[in-house]
């Protein structure tokens, strides 16, 4: 019996990856647990695992593809244990992909590639529940091609789905022509408020630039800030902060767990001041869902961290529960996986609040897009000498501006101060965080 293996999703919001590597070939006979290929998202490169004990008959995606869809078909078995059939061949020797009346397909466990330890299976995403549209007609489609669909004013019923077994998927609804689409305030759609980015050749001569293809990371990150920053209202608040305290007390804590090599970060400690204000205001600590604010019960800080194409924020889960010594260890691990490519799906995902620190590289003062569906994220500027008043003097003080952007159907401007107010409390007496 044939069974097809389809490209599986490694992560929830994983809408396609690219096969980067083949560890079988046409003829070889694999088991459960055998890895079979590996598959680059937009945020790690994972291994395949196979399901099914077989004969590989065909591969039908080739090395190095990119940009192939979830659920799709990139290969097949034959599990009766009979001759290896050669791959059929379409036009220009492609090998052609198998018909919708395939057998149900194989579903493929997913682990992070080469890693020091080995990560939990991930499987394929499952089929989403058909939507029930007018009289009463069942139509499958994805939640991502509803949501794209509802956006859109693309009535369903009316599309031919190119999916599984005839599922709509969003490069269905993509083509489709929108009919009464949702308009934003002004009367524009927000579709057609973005215009592709592309460069007029009577401006710029094709032969005056280099064009650099678009890697998964800069693809999921431009689509998804410009999501956030066309469709979730926002605002920021601003505030100074002094760190002489802050960085004495970091001084003698290092000094203290020199001899246990503990080396604990200025954005160390801000991520535990982060956890322990959103512990003594959970109302900030909170997701907008169409069905209600959800307030989350624990403090999981999602830290930026750049890499080769853009940039990952992997989650400090329970930062409020967390000694310092334990936030270094753990932040040093992500940073380095994150740049690597090597962190699981659940270490980048499932944040509640996000902080960005560029104070490092010299930035004074910036704010940050917000990270859906996060409510807050908190910009970190500099920490430099400024001359400050204090008791009616002018006194010399090392200060740090920061800014928290927050998404207004969550956060207003009182629940933003309060929150900023015992972040400052934090920062400038390390000592409250022991409280």
């Known amino acids: 019996m044939t069974t097809p293996i389809t490209m599986p999703a490694l992560s929830p919001t994983m809408e396609e990856g690219n096969l980067a590597k083949w560890h079988v070939k046409v003829g070889d006979k694999v088991k459960p647990g055998d890895i079979i290929a590996e598959i680059e998202t937009d945020k790690a490169t994972m291994e395949v695992e196979a399901v099914d004990e077989g ?34 061949k379409g036009e220009g020797g492609k090998a052609e992909a198998p018909k919708p009346e395939a057998a149900k397909p194989a ?35 994805s939640p991502l091609a509803k949501r794209l669909a509802s956006a859109k ?14 599922r709509i998927i969003k490069a269905d609804v993509e083509k489709a022509q929108p009919g009464a689409a949702r308009q934003a305030p002004g ?18 001569a094709p032969d005056s630039y280099e064009l650099i293809p678009l890697d998964g990371v800069r693809k999921v990150t431009a689509r998804r800030l410009t999501q956030s920053f066309m469709q979730v209202p926002h605002f920021p608040l601003t505030i100074d902060l002094e760190i002489d305290h802050l960085l004495s007390a970091r001084v003698r804590i290092n000094e203290a767990g020199e001899k246990a090599g503990v080396k604990v970060s200025v954005n160390d400690m801000l991520i535990k001041a982060c956890a322990m204000a ?44 967390k000694g ?44 940050s897009i917000l ?22 003097k002018v006194v010399v003080a090392t200060m740090m501006t920061v800014t ?32």
């Open 55 to 88: 004969t590989v008959t065909k591969l039908l995606v080739e090395e190095g593809a990119q940009g192939v869809k979830v659920n799709a078909v990139i290969a097949e078995l034959d599990g009766g244990g009979g001759d290896a059939a050669a791959p059929a």
């Open 371 to 392: 990270n859906p569906p996060e409510g807050m994220i908190l910009s970190v500027g500099a920490g430099e000498k400024r001359a400050v008043v204090k008791d009616d």
């Open 107 to 141: 579903l493929a466990k997913a682990e992070p590639a080469p890693a020091k330890s080995s990560a939990p299976a991930v499987s394929a995403a499952p089929q989403a529940a058909p939507a029930t549209a007018k009289g009463g007609a069942r139509v499958k489609a």
């Open 153 to 166: 004013g693309v009535d369903l019923v009316a599309l031919k789905g190119s999916g599984p077994h005839g």
């Open 278 to 321: 959103l512990m003594a205001h959970p109302d900030a600590n909170a997701s907008y869902t169409d069905k209600g604010v959800a307030q989350h019960k624990s403090a999981h800080v999602s830290v930026a961290v750049a890499i080769a194409g853009g940039l990952i924020t992997p989650v400090v889960r329970d930062a409020q529960r």
């Open 187 to 204: 009367g524009a759609g927000i579709t057609s408020l973005i215009e592709p980015a592309t460069l007029d050749d009577r401006v710029y």
């Open 404 to 435: 928290l952007t927050c998404d207004h159907r969550v956060v207003d401007g009182a629940t933003g101060a309060r929150w900023l107010a015992s972040f400052k409390q934090f920062v400038e007496t390390p000592e409250a965080m022991l409280l």
């Open 324 to 367: 310092l010594a334990q936030i270094a260890a753990e932040m040093k691990d992500l940073a380095a996986r994150a740049r690597d490519k090597k962190l699981k799906p659940q270490e980048y995902m499932g944040g509640t609040f996000s902080i960005s620190n560029l104070g490092m590289m010299g930035i004074r003062q910036f704010a």
